[in-house]
């Protein structure tokens, strides 16, 4: 499973409805951060640090040879063309289209089933309920783990918690515990701190505040329009 699966489908869509736990743009480009991440571990894609060639901070391409996952590979593809660009500006355009392509993925392998059904009799809308929650159980797990039970996590563990604690959903997707904001500083503190390579840290940390700025604009955008 690839961290984007993992983030879409089984912690940020609801098992009985299938809807969304969080809006978009902020899904979107935290499924984006989550592609980028994952070419990280990979040694495909790093992020420039302090010292180098290219400014510090700037997508860099490590490795452009295929992975042999045609999600991962299209996606390679295009931030090989993208090589010494800010992460964030690439987020948008990285995005197009990543939801359905996720979802069809999981459908495609059971763990998921697209319910088609007309709003008021007239407007299709697909949802998305669960259809094998066995992954999605032993992930909420290793999750629990380590956010209330304090126990170290592994690079994609962090990853994960790291871009739900930037969309703020943490709460919603470990529903069993006490003390909410207790949880919500333990998400930040593993956000912040040093479960993995510099690499993948600069990587999560670049796509926590591209989501948090995409959250932003899409808020005050929002508020401006009702005013």
């Known amino acids: 499973m690839l ?9 940020l869509y609801d098992d009985e409805t299938g809807k ?3 809006g978009s743009p ?8 989550a592609v980028v991440v994952e070419l990280t571990l990979l040694g495909k ?5 302090p010292g180098e060639e290219v400014k510090e901070g700037r997508l860099k391409i490590a490795d452009a040879s295929p992975t042999g996952d045609p999600l991962l590979d299209a996606r390679l ?16 355009k990285l995005s197009k289209k990543l939801r359905d392509e996720v979802l069809q993925r999981l459908a ?22 669960a259809k094998d929650a066995q992954h999605e159980g032993d992930l909420r797990a290793a999750l629990g783990n380590v956010l209330k039970l304090g ?7 962090g990853a994960l918690i790291a871009l739900l604690s930037a969309l703020n959903v943490v709460p919603k997707v470990i529903t069993d515990a006490v003390d909410r904001k207790e949880l919500k500083r333990r998400a930040k503190e593993i956000a912040d701190s040093d479960w993995a390579a510099s690499a993948v840290r600069r990587a999560v940390q670049d796509m926590q505040a591209a989501v948090t700025a995409a959250i932003v604009a899409s808020s005050t955008a929002a508020a401006s329009s009702s005013s």
């Open 3 to 11: 961290i984007a699966e993992d983030l879409l489908l089984l912690l």
């Open 20 to 22: 969304p736990l969080t």
């Open 26 to 33: 902020g899904l979107d480009y935290a499924l984006a951060g």
């Open 45 to 49: 894609v790093d992020i420039t640090g």
């Open 77 to 92: 593809a295009f931030l090989a063309e993208k090589a010494g660009k800010k992460p964030k500006d690439v987020m948008g």
């Open 108 to 129: 495609q392998r059971g763990i998921l089933e697209a319910d088609e059904s007309k709003v008021l009799g007239l407007f299709p809308v697909t949802r998305w309920p």
């Open 151 to 157: 126990t170290q996590p592994d690079e994609r563990t």
